[in-house]
């Protein structure tokens, strides 16, 4: 056992990674609900080597433990996988510290350093896809991941222990319990905060994170390190199902109803809507109050099912405005395969319905019978559309 923030991985490589549980939103937008991992990592050989690493706030804690794996040795280099400040934080320092270090990154990544630090390294080593570091024993060979998350992102793999070094691919939210490795843990406990993630980070860029997995198939990866989360060592295939799943939008049967309500109008329809869903055979039915969910969690669960209802009010003539940011964000989200019914009410001179209407032709979804409207409340014809609508819906769906 080493420090607290400290793990063995093998003869040349240990964990450095720190837990973050004060942020309450990653980037300033997604809930943090059970904290957040940065994780970075040493080798040691011939020649050291930092790769990735974390948070400004967190550079005490890192600190620590990084010093305590060094045992005093110089730091040869520091390779930047990706330059997103959750990782890029304490680049300054490193280099502060150890003013004749190596940079290790691509011609965006030294771009990225100037924009963001004003760094222009003393040494830097531009690699491009397939360049190769050898260390010693161990080797790095670099694959360019544009996109994943960012244009500068790239991985490396190290092909004496056949570890993938993944950047932010095969992450998610949740610091790390105690549990480094994904056999020391629960996954079923991380589960639905690396679908968040995954859905709120990179699910909109899911082509290029199909294609980064399709480009990384050939190599035998018997460990992945990603820079959030656990360290895949045990059951790989796990990790690389749920993102290859992920990103072919491979979809369950279920419903999400979507509401937006001022005086409870909207939602009476809504809560009908799953009741009439329920007496069609639906199982899986998540509704949520717009106005109260955070977007995060909204977008999640319809990434997952492959239906959903939206239903909303009109406010100043347009769109109830939470239920207009979430639409707005999901024409760009790039959602597929969602079969979609909508409702909605006004009380005179309407806009909420038709900004439904509007939204869902953009986003290029498959719109099913009937779509109503309703003045003030909804009134008994109404009710029957629900049914109708949840029939099918129910019928649509099934897989
Ligand atoms: Fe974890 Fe895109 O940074």
Redesign the pocket.
Known sequence: MLYNNTVKINDHVRYVGVNDRKTRKFENMWPLDHGIAYNSYVILDEKTALLDTVHLGYYTNFEEGFQHVMEGRKLDYLVIH?M?P??SGIIPQIIADYPDITIVGNARTKEFLFNFYQIEPKNFLEVKEGDTLSLGTTELTFYMTPMV??PESMVSYESHYKILFSQ?AF?GFGALDGGIFDDELNFDLYEADTIRYYVN?IGKLSRQVARAIDKLAPLDIQMICP??GPVWRHNVERILTLYQDLSNQKKQEGVVIVYGSMYGNTERMANYMGRCLAQAGVKNIITHDVSKTDMSYILKDLWIYNGAIFGSCAYNNGLFPPMDNLCRYLVGQKMTGMKVGLFGGFSWSGGGFSGLQSFVKEAGWELLDPSFEFKSSPKTEHFQQAEQLAEAMAKAIKL
Do not use: F, K, L, P
Request: proline letters at 0%; zero cysteines.
């Open positions: 990706h997103e959750d990782h998350h960012w932010d992450g980070i820079v959030h």
